[in-house]
């Protein structure tokens, strides 16, 4: 009994764990060094502020970071007065009313003030259904806990940005994806011609009381024979995909098309703090910046689990000691 539960569990975790990625198909994340993995790991806090930077001045256009009040920035290096002058200068601002509480001014556009540090960053649509309408019906996430709710998010979210669109994927990483596809299809095939064949079976023996009937003259329908399936489409290019013509390859998206056009080039910002403005360079800020969203505290979680367990090393010593002080009568 306790062994099938057992058995049973690692099945399930074994379906789990290798269907992930599975899924749809996509190749796994280009794994790069990171400061702040580890357990003594730190964020890089130049790359996190020329992140901000990138995400200011190209995501934000369509994601939202709703978790992140303005002020926050202060904890990744910026001063007071620079958190100010971001959250006047922010080109979305906050809804509000004038003296006559009213919020919609006279040419029925709503009223807003610019935003302060204490206020979250504002999202770039209203609502969702404006988000939808501006994306070809896709919705782009918000950015705050992206990093958190993707499996190994920050390699993955790295690798979409800067190595997985069609121009800037590796001959290997096309290869790779490719592969899949075509194992994917392969099995799908399998399965289509196996099922195929049993319809095929079940057709000959109701062809066989079909013609019975007839010569026995009796009425009866005439049974439709199964459509053999067709052989898939060997992939040897992006093109073979078949993805519509809104969806964007991508090799690390499950099923290879992603409705956001490759947002980062190179240059796409210009740093003023002199490091290449190279696509990679970009996707590496951008993602520190939104592993520090999606977890500012971990600095701190990282420097109280050393202190804990160091504390319990000491206790561990000391406890040794009392207890050879305590049993030394008796030994
Ligand atoms: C023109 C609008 C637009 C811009 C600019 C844009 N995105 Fe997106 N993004 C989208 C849309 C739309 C989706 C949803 C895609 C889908 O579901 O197919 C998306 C999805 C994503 C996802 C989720 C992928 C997943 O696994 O679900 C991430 C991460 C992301 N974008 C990051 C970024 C970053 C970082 C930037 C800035 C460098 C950026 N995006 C710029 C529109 C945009």
Not at 84 to 99: F, L, M, N, S, V
Not at 278 to 293: G, I
Request: proline residues 5%.
């Amino acid at each position: 009994m306790r062994k099938s539960v057992l058995l049973f569990a690692a099945a399930i975790l074994l379906t789990t764990a290798s269907g992930a990625f599975a899924a749809g198909g996509a190749v796994h994340p280009v794994q790069r060094d990171w400061s702040h993995t580890g357990p003594f790991g730190t964020f890089d806090r130049a790359a996190v502020q020329r992140g901000f930077q990138v995400y200011r001045e190209v995501c934000a256009g369509c994601h939202s970071v709703r978790l992140l009040a303005f002020r926050n920035l202060q904890e990744i290096g910026f001063s007071e007065d620079q958190v100010k002058a971001i959250a006047k200068g922010w080109d979305i601002g906050i809804p509000t009313t004038d003296e006559d509480g009213e919020s919609i001014n006279e040419d029925g556009e709503p009223i807003t003030r610019a935003p302060i540090p204490s206020d979250r960053i504002p999202s770039p649509y209203a609502n969702e259904k404006q988000a939808r309408a501006a994306n070809n019906g896709a919705l782009p996430p918000d950015l705050s806990l992206m990093i958190k709710a993707r499996i190994d998010g920050a390699n993955y979210v790295y690798s979409l940005l800067a190595h997985g669109y069609e121009d800037s994927a590796s001959e290997d990483t096309l290869k790779e994806a490719f592969h899949i596809e075509n194992t994917n299809r392969k099995h799908a095939y399998e399965d289509a011609m196996k099922q195929y064949d049993d319809d095929l079976d079940k057709y000959q023996d109701k062809l066989e009381a079909y013609q019975q009937a007839v010569a026995g003259g009796r009425k009866a329908k005439e049974p439709k024979k199964p459509e053999e399936p067709e052989k898939p489409v060997v992939v040897e290019s992006v093109e073979d995909m078949g993805l519509s013509d809104d969806m964007n390859f991508n090799a690390f998206f499950g099923g290879w098309g992603i409705a956001m056009a490759a947002p980062l080039s190179e240059e796409a910002v210009e740093y003023s703090d002199g490091t290449a403005p190279t696509l990679e360079q970009h996707a590496y800020d951008v993602v520190s910046f939104m592993t520090w969203a999606a977890e500012p505290r971990m600095e701190d979680r990282k420097r109280i689990g050393i202190k804990v367990l160091i504390f319990l090393l000491i206790l561990t010593v000391l406890l040794y000691f009392v207890k050879r002080k305590v049993w030394s009568d008796v030994h």
